[in-house]
């Protein structure tokens, strides 16, 4: 066996060590669905004290009882908060042996009890948001259970002023702290922020702020209902179209067979290359330079430069997300490129980029049809993790990006580097270098699923392997990676500006 041979079997157990940690991770985490569904909750909230006085004019947008419904959604990622903790609880009880005089965590102890401290804030601030929509809602004994339980078991000063606050606020008589707006306004985010507010300046009198604050919610709560349009209404809208595109081609295809614009050529690619110059330039050019040498060689180049990710702003956030994705993206194609170079000139059809041809019109279309599909993929999804599996980090992070620079950045990431990488790597090098093994149908569902697992997040699987098959049948039916790289940025910045408009403030 040659040494070439020999690296090659290391990185792939080391490879599919990691996908599998990364993978069985994730399923210790909530899914990042979960989160963005608690924005949208706030944006209806907003939407309602807009539209109180007009009927169900915007019921559709907003529900039939937004109050009660909200509730149920804090109450149910209060759920997933406290099953997660349990799961990571569990992973610290079985790394922390009986105690002894000369225990010492080891750091990923440290971080273990991190992350169970950061969900014991997340379920406080979720039961004090659930205490004001009770509030709201006329129910004062139920939030006033939540109030005495966090004044309890809550070790965080923050929280306890501002439960002490609350209290004060809807007792009788009314308990005013002197710093009570400072500590709302500090500690409560969107219409919870304004409920809270508006009770303080009614019960003070001070009716120039409790005017300035209505006016100023009156303008959130229109801007709400714009989001709510956007956010619900274009993947209704692409999804009705996408779902009619789909029916008509399924349509010609059983009419037209093979001559309908469905009909896949069966011709294969022409593989000059064996399997294991593909297995090399998957495991070495995306794995092992992703997953192994970044992550290896990054932290030593950021010390050396005496830098601090924990302490970057958003905006450098997005700039070192984008630069490692760019030095991954050139180690990545340098591989391929050394891996194929033997093989030049390579076979007509591979890696096209033909300008002058129906791209746009099959990475449109593409698109389009992939929305229902995904759309539904993504539903059943949810019923299967019950919110867990994880999710992309950098979706909170766009959650974030008011900073328009830092948008701009993730949107270079996501809707250029990423697209003409990935079509790259999957789309014009795997999926044709499987043919020379399984037919084309089963080199797009094979290429797909390695596209989905490369995410390393289980919640993540499902869609992405339905994503990537479509991208795949675009690539093989129009042979031009411009088709696939169009869809997938189309795809990437729908989800990033849909994100942009959730988190806005």
Do not use: C
């Not at 080391?14 to 069985?24: D, H």
């Not at 070790?155 to 009314?174: H, N, Y």
């Amino acid at each position: 066996m040659t040494r070439k041979r020999l690296i090659l079997i290391f990185l792939t157990v080391f490879a599919i060590a990691k996908i599998f940690l990364s993978l069985g991770a994730s399923w210790q985490e909530p899914q990042v669905q979960s989160r963005l569904q608690l924005f949208q909750t706030d944006l209806v909230l907003h939407g309602v004290e807009f539209t109180r006085d007009q009927g169900d004019r915007f019921g559709t947008l907003l529900g039939k009882d937004p109050y009660l419904e909200a509730k149920q959604q804090y109450e149910k990622a209060r759920k997933e908060a406290e099953q997660n903790r349990d799961r990571v609880q569990a992973r610290l009880d079985l790394d922390t042996p009986a105690q002894t005089v000369d225990f010492t965590e080891t750091p990923q102890q440290n971080q273990i009890r991190e992350a169970i401290a950061q969900i014991d804030r997340d379920i406080e601030g979720f039961d004090l948001n659930l205490s004001i929509l009770q509030v709201r809602q006329g129910d004062i004994k139920a939030a006033r259970q939540i109030w005495q339980t966090l004044q309890a078991r809550s070790s965080s000063q923050e929280i306890a002023k501002t439960v002490a606050i609350l209290q004060g606020l809807w007792q009788s008589p009314v308990k005013i702290a002197p710093d009570a707006e400072i500590i709302l306004q500090d500690n409560l985010k969107g219409w919870f922020r304004f409920q809270a507010l508006n009770r303080l300046y009614q019960v003070a009198r001070q009716e120039k702020a409790l005017s300035s604050l209505q006016a100023e919610e009156e303008v959130i709560a229109r801007a709400a209902i714009s989001k709510l349009a956007i956010i619900g209404g274009l993947p209704i809208i692409g999804g009705i179209f996408g779902m009619s595109l789909l029916i008509g081609l399924l349509v010609q295809w059983v009419l037209q067979k093979e001559r309908s614009l469905v009909g896949m050529d069966a011709q294969n690619w022409e593989v000059p290359w064996d399997g294991e110059v593909t297995w090399q330039v998957l495991i070495v050019g995306f794995f092992a330079v992703s997953q192994l040498i970044l992550p290896f060689v990054l932290p030593f180049a950021i010390a050396f430069l005496g830098l601090n990710p924990v302490v970057f702003s958003l905006r450098e956030k997005a700039l070192y997300i984008l630069i490692t994705y760019l030095l991954m993206m050139a180690g990545g194609l340098s591989v391929l490129y050394f891996s194929l170079r033997s093989y030049f000139p390579l076979p007509e059809g591979w890696f096209r980029f033909q300008w002058l041809s129906k791209w746009l019109l099959w990475g449109l279309g593409g698109y389009f049809v992939a929305v229902p599909l995904v759309l539904i993929i993504s539903i059943l999804n949810q019923q299967i993790w019950q919110g867990q599996g994880g999710g992309n980090p950098i979706i909170l992070l766009a959650l974030q990006a008011n900073d328009r620079w830092a948008l701009f950045i993730f949107l270079i990431t996501a809707s250029l580097a990423a697209p003409i990488f990935e079509e790259i790597m999957f789309r014009g090098f795997l999926l044709p270098s499987l043919t020379r093994y399984v037919p084309v149908w089963g080199a797009i569902g094979l290429s797909g699923l390695i596209f989905a697992i490369a995410h390393l997040s289980l919640a993540e699987v499902l869609p992405l392997t339905v994503l990537g098959i479509v991208l795949g049948f675009v690539y093989a039916r129009s042979r031009n990676l411009l088709a696939s790289i169009l869809l997938h940025s189309l795809w990437n910045s729908g989800t990033l500006l849909s994100l942009f408009i959730l988190g806005s403030g």
